[in-house]
């Protein structure tokens, strides 16, 4: 062989060898050099049982593997860190900051292929630490359930390693549609048209058109592994208790519209929403009152599990009441209720994940109170029984009141509109009888007073209750209130508060199929007052006796709590999201309750809402004059409430409103007739917004209202004159108008109310410094986005602002940042009175102009030279000039709550 064929031959084996190698590389995955060939997917806690689904059944080549791990997980698994570091591709949900964080504290962001899903607050930022925002990828994620992971996770392996993966497109899934687990229609279980749905569901066995109809309404992820089987859980304890169902997902405002109502008309009897997360939307709202129906809000728990929220006293963390409580009550949603939430889950490859489950006992709860809501829409009112509760919470004849309502012409007025919508109430009776039978017949008495009670029996209208009947009542009740009750008040028979001869007096006006009755004393001091918000002491045994009568002997369809306000609601248990165990709730029982409340008093009202279960219909204050009394304790009593909200919520505004309640109390001289050591507590605005409320029900110069019943002639007179000097621009005939319909409007919400309808929402406070809330007889929430930013969030906005500035001009050199990027979420907003919203008008330069009534009406310019003020209190004179001292381009976007990796992107 000659050289030169030599030479050709090894030419050509070189071919051979350069082709097979790279023959090999197009057809087999390749290991990156700087990290294994493994693959993860790194989710939030409540995703953790879907993704565990889809990678654990991923078929890969061999030598690829894939897990999936938490957020919980990566907290001292060190098989998860080990797994992650060996990883060369990574797919991380960025919602869940914590993740991403990880990655890079770690150092587990370079050589590795790192494909972002889901929102985040810091695209920027990421992208820069090598984060790559495949869309493709996003989508798989976006319309997550099992195929579309496995099909996502092996896209990410092949543009990575080059690896050539079969996967199949994204498998879009609807937006809106019905859902039922027992369905099989094209190998799912999702409708999209409701006809459809309705056709299979009564042709069901078993299924019976007389049974009342309720739209459950859920975001489309709970329809996935690991929380599926509670909603299908759900589903089915829903039908077996006595409901056909109407089982949707989407959109709220599109729900409403096009499978809850047909042509205008409701399809459903009632609703129960997971979902109603989509604020006052005016489309919404318009929807919602054609569909004349009760809402009830139905809550997921998760930023905590079932066990921990067992536990807790104050329940639900307060960031995640804005997204479950406060943002429903805009769409007029009521009683919030935990129905389900996370658990543990151990998986097999000893990896952690979460998957839901329905609470213990808390659908079971709630199924007779929706039922008894619907049994309103269709009995007819000559057959309903109605228990009406008024205040004698200090005893005594002289302490039948409520805040600014004259209580006795107010029961006077809804007796007599009751007999015209046809309640069975006997014989009509002036004002002065109604308030000699209730104080001959109708009066808590203290056990220092056997004769007034002995003459309290002998009016013949009191329930004398025998203990041992009382005591088969008592041991229904839940184990734990039981327990404590005893702890504190001793055994049934040793009880001594309205006690006669083995039997507990309920003392109580009939008046036919409804009954007029006290709600029950706290307990027995010198100063009963002070028991009113106690958080510990549990109700003595008249109290629960009377609460359980009403079900069990009365057999109350519904009950109305009249006037500001109530004790049962202030009783001890979870701050807002009861259990079954909390004692408003265990008073409640199934019965519908409906509470009509002062319009200024929006930050109990919540409470009467959250944690009395109760339907708000607001009422007028007394009628106001241009010289308006005591302004100085009105605005102090708002900024209580404004304190009380914010940090129930805790909100950033609350030492803002500390302050506030400091300055002015201190002012007025209130920390020295209330004997305090200053203001510098909860306990201490406590005190403080006790005594104002004492103050309130006290007999004022103008005059109390009257429930039902709008102002006469010259009350309404004087009152819009007052509203006018606050609020000039507004139009007076507008003003009148609204006033006079508000008599109107309480008394057709309180009996709407009674008839199982809808009572439209809307934000509270007095007519003066909320004309919006007029005319009233509304079912009020607590804050309105027109008053955001409030001022104290402006004053903290200021000072974020200049944060900002000062710190980046720290890190560069002292010149100042010339854009600045801020996201905003709904959730924060309303946390936080918008708090972000007013950092971004002190960087641009503008701060807000608020209206009398507290409305923001626009913005204006901070002047060049007060800049530095406003934006922390000094001037930034150190820093290096830029042609503009304050960000030339602000990018401002809005997305969705994350609520705890839950619900954000639904």
């Not at 989407?250 to 997971?274: C, E, Q, W």
């Not at 009542?473 to 083995?502: A, C, H």
């Not at 530095?868 to 997305?895: F, I, K, W, Y």
Request: charged share 25%; proline share 6%.
């Amino acid at each position: 062989m000659t050289i030169k064929e030599n030479k050709r031959m090894g030419t050509a084996a070189w071919r051979l060898t350069l082709a097979v190698f790279l023959l090999t590389r197009l057809l087999l995955p390749t290991r990156p050099s700087e990290a294994g060939c493994d693959a993860v997917l790194l989710v939030g806690d409540m995703d953790s049982y879907l993704a565990d689904a889809a990678t654990s059944g991923l078929e890969l080549p061999d030598g690829f593997r894939a897990r999936a791990f938490c957020l919980s997980d990566l907290k001292g698994n060190n098989e998860a860190g080990t797994f992650i570091r060996d990883s060369s591709v990574i797919v991380v949900d960025v919602m869940t900051g914590g993740l991403p964080n990880y990655l890079i504290d770690n150092g587990l962001t370079d050589g590795r292929s790192l494909f972002a899903v889901s929102s985040s607050a810091n695209v920027s930022a990421l992208k820069e630490k090598g984060f790559i925002f495949d869309e493709t990828i996003r989508d798989y994620y976006r319309h997550n359930d099992v195929s579309n992971l496995r099909n996502m996770m092996k896209r990410a392996i092949s543009l990575s390693t080059g690896a050539r993966l079969d996967y199949d497109p994204v498998k879009v899934k609807p937006r809106n549609g019905l859902y039922h687990p027992e369905a099989k229609k094209n190998g799912g279980n999702v409708f999209e048209d409701v006809e459809e749905f309705l056709k299979w569901s009564e042709a069901r066995t078993g299924y019976n058109a007389q049974l009342p109809r309720l739209g459950l309404m859920f975001f489309a992820s709970l329809i996935v592994e690991g929380k599926k089987e509670a909603l299908d859980a759900l589903i089915r304890k829903l039908e077996k208790g006595g409901f056909n169902l109407l089982p949707v997902f989407g959109n709220a405002t599109h729900v409403v519209k096009s499978y809850f109502l047909d042509g205008g008309r409701p399809r459903v009897d009632a609703i129960l929403s997971f979902s109603f997360h989509g604020a006052d939307a005016d489309e919404l709202k318009e929807s919602l009152e054609k569909m004349d129906v009760p809402i009830f809000n139905a809550i997921s728990l998760y930023s905590q599990t079932i066990a921990e929220w067992e536990a807790s006293q104050d329940g639900i963390p307060p960031f995640h009441r804005v997204w479950t409580m406060a943002i429903p009550e805009m769409s007029g949603a009521m009683e919030p209720t935990p129905l389900q939430g996370k658990v543990e889950a151990r998986l097999k490859s000893g990896a952690l994940a979460y998957r839901f489950e329905l609470i213990p006992g808390m659908t079971e709860r709630m199924i007779p109170r929706m039922l008894n809501w619907v049994k309103l829409r269709r009995a007819r009112n000559s057959e309903k029984k109605v228990a009406l509760f008024y205040y004698n919470n200090s005893r005594g004849k002289q302490n039948i009141r409520a805040s600014y309502l004259n209580v006795f012409r107010s029961i006077k007025a809804i007796l007599d509109d009751m007999r015209k919508s046809g309640y069975l109430i006997s014989e009509d009776v002036d004002e002065d009888t109604i308030k000699g039978l209730v104080l001959r017949g109708g009066r808590n008495v203290g056990s220092w007073a056997p004769g007034e009670l002995d003459a309290l029996i002998e009016s013949g209208q009191a329930y004398q209750l025998p203990i041992e009947e009382y005591k088969r009542w008592f041991v229904e009740l839940p184990g734990d209130f039981r327990k404590r009750v005893i702890d504190q008040w001793g055994e049934p028979e040793k009880s001594d508060l309205m006690v006669k001869n083995g039997k507990i007096i309920i003392p109580m006006i009939k008046a036919g199929n409804v009954v007029l009755l006290p709600e029950p004393a706290r307990g027995a001091v010198d100063d009963p007052i002070k028991l009113y918000h106690d958080p510990v002491l549990y109700p003595h045994h008249q109290y629960i006796a009377a609460y359980l009568w009403l079900d069990r002997v009365f057999g109350a369809d519904a009950m109305v709590h009249l006037g500001t306000h109530a004790t049962y609601e202030w009783l001890p248990g979870k701050s807002a999201d009861l259990s079954a165990f909390c004692p408003p709730d265990v008073m409640v029982t199934d019965i519908p309750n409906i509470y009509p409340y002062t319009m200024d008093d929006v930050s109990e009202a919540l409470q009467a809402k959250r944690r009395g279960r109760a339907v708000i219909v607001d009422h007028l204050t007394p009628p106001l004059t241009e010289a308006e009394g005591y302004h100085e304790y009105i605005e102090l009593k708002e900024v209580c409430a404004q304190y009380e909200a914010a940090a129930s919520q805790g909100g950033a505004t609350a030492e803002t409103y500390l302050e506030r309640v400091r300055e002015t109390a201190l002012k007025l001289g209130l920390d020295k007739d209330l004997g305090l050591d200053g203001v510098k507590t909860a306990e201490d605005v406590g005190a403080i917004s006790e005594y104002l409320e004492y103050l309130e029900t006290s007999d004022v110069p103008y005059g109390l209202h009257t429930f039902g019943r709008s102002p006469g002639k010259d009350a309404l007179s004087s009152t819009v004159k007052a509203i006018l000097k606050q609020n000039p621009s507004l139009p007076t005939e507008d003003l009148s108008s609204k006033l006079r319909e508000s008599g109107k409007s309480e008394s057709d919400s309180l009996l709407g109310a009674l008839e199982g309808r809808y009572v439209s929402p809307t934000e509270g406070n007095d007519p003066v410094r909320n004309p919006g809330a007029i005319p009233t007889g509304k079912n009020v929430y607590g804050l309105s986005p027109r008053r955001l930013p409030t001022p104290a969030a402006w004053e903290l906005g200021q000072k974020t602002a200049a944060e900002i500035i000062k710190k980046y001009a720290e890190e560069h050199d002292g010149v100042y940042p010339e854009k600045v990027a801020m996201v905003l979420w709904s959730v924060e907003t309303l946390r936080n009175e918008g708090v972000n919203e007013a950092t971004i008008l002190s960087l641009v330069g503008v701060k807000p102009v608020w209206n009398p009534n507290g409305e923001v009406a626009g913005t204006r310019p901070i002047r060049g030279r007060d800049l530095g003020e406003a934006q922390g209190g000094r001037r930034h004179q150190r820093l290096r000039p830029v042609p503009r001292p304050v960000p030339r381009q602000n990018s401002v976007s809005r997305r969705g709550d994350p609520a705890g990796g839950g619900p954000g992107r639904h």
